[in-house]
């Protein structure tokens, strides 16, 4: 592959403090917060002071005496109305303002695939979605708390809020030297929201656009996009890169010579990245994409991405100096590293939801789970609490989740859950409600079934283990584990070949705003709606929420829905964790120091660059001359 300027990059700009401070404060805004407090526990550095509780712990055994140190802290919980970048030709950088070029960044993550079509369910996490861009983007330089154009340099939006006119960057060309036009924004967004038939499409991000009554191109570098109605969260739906599903722009010519299909070819890309080595489930080289429209970025020479799915060996692998940073570790290793003088560690906001503990609810299935008194049984019966005990236990902490996000006005705080039937510790009622619910729905004696499971240990040997003895002992539920590859979860989830599925998407939303989730997943008959739940009161609830724009009757409406989910659960809730990122210092550009990621968006790594000394970068640039890189 030919690259430019003999393999590495140069700044083309170089912008004083004063300057990048200036044009942040004007380009991105801060996002409009509105914060809730939830007391979590961290461990703590000891040479770090603050004035804060601090619960001390002696454990004793034999002559051995550890002393741990917890302190009590407030997560606060952001409620955002994300604004947008309005400066004219703004292009991405690392928020840093002299970030350096160079160097080989190497990771530790999940990154194996069953197929590479991402509108189809691949996976989509872990910097896969490097190698193509979306119209718009949430900002990775302050924390995704602003949306940012991407291969649109602009947008506007019709004063009724029904019409999206997107102005298309005119220097982009795709990695095979083709020019990028709306003709290749059209094509994606007529397989997306109009699969063609009889090409063995499972298009599974149709539902997320909804709203889109029509897409237009009255130019090259034009795209309208007209909605049924207004939608305030259609520009986050479009800017976000969720694990599955996201809108990122194919070429119209991939897609045409491909037959619609991309499950068996890397497609041509826009993105940042193109691929120079491969070796599935072990890892990804990448190196910079040499017709990227932004001499901004990227900052490294080579992106070595090791696939590690277990989150013991991801930190292990940090701690280690095998890789320089990692999303998210185990809790033990995450504490660990704590310790070291020349290695940061975070926290970063938990899923909108709970884990995805789902259940086969399709009348078609002729499963016990299409009767909602053997879902509320099972809610009742699951002990969250011994659950999260578990998870903490074994991998991180854990807190009682809702099924709204604590972002949300509406949400119970885990406090006022742990008072309520189905979260609450003490099972003394909530178990005989639960076997008169299973007597009702005629299984007294409960009943045999399986439990599908993804294959890493904390999964497969744990947590499954957990749920398949609690329930035996509690409703003689008889579950036989079945352990599936972590790779194929898009593609098991879809299906429908499942009964009960332990590792699937996580129950609940990750923006505050749970409508779009709701109205794609939890609504009857929805086309995302694998469990085939269906609650018609729900229904009118989130068709409610479509029409309705007042804040406090939108609340209301939040709470009837949180009521009602309680009463006839969609699947279970296993409690909410915070992801827990571990990188060495050097690493910059990543925006997680405080005040940190708004959400969890495992997706590019755009502004990622490396604070080496500049004689440690030219001897790998010697090395990589010589043609060993990475």
Not at 281 to 305: K, S, T
Not at 367 to 388: C, E, G, I, N
Not at 584 to 590: E, I, L, R, S
Request: net charge negative; hydrophobic share 40%.
């Amino acid at each position: 592959m030919v690259r430019l300027g003999g393999g590495f990059r140069t700044p083309l700009l170089v912008v004083g403090l004063a300057a990048i401070a200036s044009m942040l404060a004007v380009a991105c805004g801060a996002a409009e917060e509105v914060v809730r407090e939830v007391i979590v526990e961290v461990p703590v550095e000891k040479e770090v002071i603050k004035e804060v509780e601090v619960i001390k712990e002696v454990a004793v055994e034999v002559e051995v005496v550890k002393e741990v140190e917890v302190e009590k802290i407030v997560e606060k919980v952001v409620q955002a109305q994300p604004k947008k970048v309005t400066v004219a030709g703004w292009l991405l950088r690392a928020p840093e303002p002299t970030p350096k070029y160079g160097g080989v960044i190497k990771t530790a993550w999940p990154n194996k695939l069953d197929h590479y079509d991402f509108h189809q369910g691949n996976i989509a996490y872990s910097g896969l979605t490097s190698f193509y861009n979306q119209l718009t983007y949430f900002n990775q330089a302050d924390g995704y708390r602003t949306i940012a154009p991407d291969l649109a340099s602009s947008w506007d939006v019709s004063p009724d809020g029904t019409v999206y006119t997107f102005n298309l960057r005119e220097n982009v060309l795709w990695s095979d030297g083709t020019d990028f036009t709306s003709a290749d924004v059209i094509a994606t967004f007529d397989r997306i929201l109009d699969p063609p038939e009889g090409k063995g499409l499972t298009i599974i991000n149709t539902v997320n656009f909804e709203m889109v009554e029509t897409v237009a191109a009255p130019d090259d570098f034009t795209v309208v996009f007209t909605l049924k109605r207004a939608t305030p969260w259609f520009m986050e739906v479009m800017s976000f890169d969720p694990h599955f599903g996201p809108p990122n722009i194919y070429q119209k010519k991939a897609l045409l010579d491909n037959d619609w299909n991309l499950r068996e070819v890397w497609s041509a890309g826009t993105g940042l990245w193109d691929i120079k080595e491969e070796q599935p489930g072990e890892f990804y080289l990448l190196e910079p994409n040499p017709l990227h429209f932004n001499p901004n970025v990227p900052y490294p020479d080579f992106h070595r991405m090791f696939h590690v799915p277990v989150w013991a060996d991801r930190g292990a692998a940090v701690l280690t100096n095998q890789a320089d940073w990692s999303w998210n570790v185990s809790y033990d290793t995450w504490v660990e590293g704590a310790k070291h003088p020349d290695i940061a560690s975070g926290t970063r906001p938990s899923f909108g939801g709970g884990l995805g503990v789902h259940l086969n609810q399709g009348v078609d299935k002729g499963l016990p789970y299409s009767d909602p008194k053997v879902v509320k049984a099972m809610f009742l019966a699951f002990d969250q609490p011994r659950f999260m005990a578990v998870v903490e236990a074994a991998f991180k902490p854990s807190r009682l989740q809702g099924w709204l996000p604590l972002s949300n006005p509406a949400a119970l705080t885990p406090e006022e859950l742990a008072k309520i039937p189905g979260y609450r510790a003490d099972k003394s009622e909530d178990l005989p409600a639960a076997k008169a619910l299973m007597a009702e729905a005629g299984y007294p004696d409960g009943f045999k079934g399986t439990l599908t499971c993804i294959n890493p240990a904390l999964q497969a040997e744990v947590l499954c283990p957990e749920m398949q003895a609690q329930f035996k002992s509690s409703l003689n539920i008889d579950l036989e584990l079945i352990i599936v590859d972590r790779s194929g979860v898009g593609d098991i989830y879809t299906s429908g070949d499942w009964e009960f599925f332990y590792g699937a998407p996580p129950i609940g939303v990750r923006l505050s705003d749970p409508t779009p989730n709701w109205l794609t997943e939890a609504v009857c008959g929805a086309e995302k709606n694998y469990r085939g739940y269906c609650n018609p009161e729900l229904d009118e609830v989130v068709m409610s929420l479509l029409d309705e724009f007042d804040p406090i009757k939108r609340n209301n409406l939040f709470a009837k829905a949180r009521d009602l989910l309680n009463e006839q659960p969609p699947g279970l809730l296993g409690g909410a964790n915070q992801a827990l990122p571990l990188w060495w210092k050097f690493v910059k550009g990543h925006a997680m120091s405080p005040p940190g990621h708004m959400f969890i968006q495992w997706g590019r790594f755009d502004t990622e660059w490396l604070d080496k000394p500049e004689s440690v970068i030219q001897e790998h640039r010697t090395v990589c001359d010589a043609k060993v890189c990475g």
